[in-house]
Every structure is written in C-alpha cells, then in structure tokens.
C-alpha cells in the first residue's frame, strides 16, 4: 500500500545545530507539503513542492529549507535551530487533481534546548 | 489571500447532542473546502470535502458562498467524535497549497 512516513518521529537537539526532517511517500505524488503545528496557531505552512525542483515558501519559512531531488522526498531542514521552532512537524503529500485528498505523515515531534 | 477561520478553540457537548463546528473563508477565486480530523495520538485525515457532498461518520457540511461558510454538522454527537477538526481551503485547479484553520477541538461527554 502507498503511504507517507516521516522520520525521525522524535528529535532532540540544541539551539544552533543543524536539523534534518525526512519525508518519503510512495503514493507518486507531485505536490509535498511541510507544516508545523502549534497550540493556538493550528497548521501553518512552512514550504511545499509542485514537482522535482520545484519549491516554495510558505507563511513561516523564515529558518527553513527544502529541497525536491526526487518525486518521492521533500527533507525539511533546520538551518539553525531556535527554541522558537520546538513543534510538530507534519508532512503531506497530494495529487495535481481537483479535490485531491493530501495524506499526512505520522508527524515529528521536535525539541530545540 | 486565502484564510480559515475557525471561530471556536474548543468546543464541549454531550452525548447524543448535535454539534456544529464553524469555519469560514476568505478567498476571491473558487474555493475548494475540506474538513480534516486528528484523532488522539493519530495522523490527520480527510473527513469530508464540499465536491462530493456526502456525510462521512454521520458529519455534514454544505459551502455556502454567500456566507462564505462550510460548518460541519453532527446531529447526535458520539464520543468516539472526540478530536482535533480543521477546515481547510485550497483553490480549484488541484495543484494549489491547502491553508488550514487553527483548528476546533471537541469533546464529546458521557
């Protein structure tokens, strides 16, 4: 069965370091989403993808990057992580069609001390 | 620019109550409206959306673009309807970012 995953599904790091965010799906999706999700504030975008090379900025991509090599992954980087960017992490993906329904990843939980 | 408002943070019933979770949008083009659950300790999915016009779970919601609205309805809430809901917009054309609310939580009591 096609799906979504995201790895890893826990991180801790340190204010400052470099973080990685993996998502893989195999549902052969061209559009890719990364979104954070904050008490108070819900889903908010953060980058997507409508194809290989192809990225954009979201409503709070101050800090973040994404890169699309492949149709199936979309990595979420951290360039410097802040205690402000403490959340959870989901990614989707979702067809290039009317009322396509956008899956979603398990979520990453992360934490920046 | 589109945005989702989801008036209510949280929202309490009874069992067997029927509840109402609001949303409205703000968006000149044509929207599409998608209503998302987040059960406890489980990933988002999709609930309904306006184009197909079906009740999933018992739930409902009609677009209404005068009012510019697309409330979920429930006529007797059960507990297993305890979650996390959002209202999501995205425009037509299928390759379009979809925008969320912040989200309603409900419970459901005994």
């Known amino acids: 069965d096609a799906e979504i995953t995201q790895s890893p599904r826990h991180k801790i790091t340190e204010t400052g370091r470099q973080v990685t965010l993996a998502c893989h799906q195999t549902w052969n999706h061209n559009n890719m989403f990364w979104y954070r999700q904050d008490l108070g504030h819900g889903l908010r975008l953060i980058h997507y993808?409508?194809?290989?090379?192809?990225?954009n900025k979201g409503e709070v991509s101050d800090g973040y990057s994404v890169s699309r090599s492949n149709t199936e992954d979309l990595p979420l980087t951290l360039e410097s992580a802040a205690s402000s960017q403490t959340s959870v992490y989901f990614c989707?993906?979702?067809?290039?069609?009317?009322?396509?329904?956008?899956?979603f990843g398990q979520g990453t939980r992360l934490t920046v001390v | 620019a589109q945005r989702v408002t989801q008036p209510e943070k949280l929202l309490s019933v009874f069992k067997g109550a029927p509840v109402e979770l609001k949303c409205n949008y703000s968006y000149s083009g044509s929207p599409e409206l998608f209503w998302y659950v987040q059960y406890s300790r489980q990933r988002l999915q999709l609930l309904l959306r306006?184009?197909s016009r079906e009740s999933i779970k018992g739930f409902t919601a009609d677009l209404n673009k005068g009012e510019t609205s697309f409330h979920l309805k429930k006529p007797f809430a059960q507990e297993e309807d305890s979650a996390m809901y959002y209202c999501a917009l995205r425009s037509q054309g299928g390759s379009e970012k979809l925008v969320f609310g912040k989200g309603t939580k409900l419970t459901v009591n005994p």
């Open positions: 993808s409508y194809g290989v090379q192809d990225t």
């Open positions: 989707a993906s979702s067809a290039d069609r009317d009322s396509a329904e956008a899956f």
């Open positions: 306006h184009i």
